[in-house]
C-alpha cells in the first residue's frame, strides 16, 4: 500500500511538471539553461493598404523581438477588419474610414483609438488620359470627366476605406456610377491596380500602395491635387475588453503605444525614402486627432 501511495505521487509530480513544460521554454546558454516566458500571442485586424506596403512587417517584427510576441495579421478592407473586431476576432484594429471607426467606437466595441499616420489618395489611369482628369479642379470634377466620357472605372467595391472614400467622391460629384464603364473587383488594393492596368481603366489607390506597384504596371498618377478630400489617415484602436473579454487588452495596449512611440514613428517616417524616393507614409501621434 506504501509503495502504491509512493507511484501516484511520483505520478502526479510528474503531470504537474509536463503541464508546467508547455508555459516555460527553456533556452540552453553554454553549459547552463535559462527559463523564458512562453510567446504571447497578438491579433491584428489591418486594412490592407498597411500590409501591401510592407509597413506593418516591419513596424510588427520589431515589436515582436523586444517583446517575445507572436502577431497574427489578417489583412483585409478596413469594413472587415471592424467587423473582425466586433467578433472579437482580433485584439488591435488598424484602419483609414473615419465615419466607420467613430461609429465602431459610438458603439462601445473599441477603445483607445489612436491617430498614427496617413497619406493620400490618388486617381491613377494610363498615360492617354482620355478622360483628361489631368486638368480637373478637383477629385468631383476629375470623377464626374469619367463619368461624361464614361471611360472604364475599376472600384474595390469591397467596404474598404478606399471604396468608402471613393464612395464620397461620386456623392459630391452627385453621380451613380453605373452601366458598363464602372466595374468592381471586390479585391484588394493590389488586386484592383492590376485590374485597372489590365482593362485601361482609371481607379482610385493610397499611394503608398501605389508606388510599391507601379514597376509592375502601366498605371501613371493622374491627379492627386485635392489633398482636402483626398487626405487619408490611419487609425489604431483595442477592441473594448468590457464586450470581449478573451481579447488581450493588455497587450494590445502595449502594441498601440508601440505604433505612436518616437521609435515607431521614425519609422513610419523614413519607410519607403530609399526604394521609392518618398516615404509611404507620414507619421502623425503628435498631429491633431482626425
Known amino acids: 500500500m506504501v509503495y502504491e501511495k509512493r507511484a501516484v505521487k511520483i505520478i502526479l509530480v510528474l503531470a504537474l511538471l509536463s503541464l508546467s513544460a508547455g508555459c516555460i521554454q527553456q533556452i540552453p546558454t553554454g553549459n547552463k539553461s535559462h527559463i523564458v516566458p512562453a510567446q504571447k500571442e497578438l491579433r491584428i485586424a489591418a486594412a490592407t493598404s498597411a500590409c501591401d506596403t510592407g509597413l506593418l512587417d516591419t513596424l510588427n517584427k520589431k515589436f515582436e523581438e523586444t517583446n517575445n510576441v507572436k502577431i497574427i495579421t489578417t489583412c483585409e478592407g478596413t469594413g472587415k477588419a471592424i467587423a473582425a473586431g466586433e467578433l472579437g476576432e482580433a485584439d488591435v484594429v488598424m484602419a483609414h474610414s473615419v465615419p466607420a471607426e467613430l461609429q465602431a467606437v459610438a458603439n462601445g466595441n473599441f477603445i483607445n483609438r489612436r491617430y498614427m499616420m496617413y497619406n493620400y489618395f490618388v486617381i491613377v489611369g494610363h498615360e492617354s488620359d482620355p478622360a483628361e482628369i489631368k486638368n480637373a479642379s478637383n477629385a468631383p470634377d476629375a470623377f464626374r470627366r469619367i463619368a461624361a466620357k464614361q471611360s472604364t472605372f475599376i472600384s474595390r467595391g469591397d467596404d474598404s476605406g478606399t471604396y468608402q472614400k471613393e464612395k464620397s467622391i461620386w456623392e459630391a460629384a452627385n453621380i451613380t456610377p453605373g452601366r458598363t ?17 489590365i482593362n485601361e481603366g482609371y481607379t482610385l489607390s493610397d499611394k503608398g500602395t ?10 501613371t498618377i493622374l491627379f492627386e491635387k485635392d489633398r482636402l478630400l483626398l487626405f487619408n489617415p490611419y487609425h489604431v484602436m483595442a ?7 478573451s481579447v488581450n487588452y493588455n497587450l ?10 518616437p521609435e515607431a514613428q521614425d519609422i513610419i517616417r523614413s519607410y519607403g525614402k530609399d526604394k521609392y524616393g518618398e516615404a509611404l507614409f507620414v507619421p502623425a501621434a503628435n498631429s491633431p486627432e482626425n
Not at 183 to 197: H, P, R, V, W, Y
Not at 210 to 216: N, Q, R
Not at 239 to 245: E, G, H, L, R, T
Open 252 to 261: 494590445a495596449m502595449k502594441y498601440i503605444g508601440y505604433v505612436i512611440s
Open 239 to 245: 477592441v473594448n475588453p468590457a464586450k470581449y473579454p
Open 210 to 219: 501605389y508606388l510599391t506597384m507601379k514597376d509592375k504596371i502601366k498605371l
Open 181 to 197: 464603364w464602372y466595374q468592381s473587383t471586390g479585391k484588394g488594393m493590389a488586386e484592383t491596380l492590376i485590374a485597372a492596368d
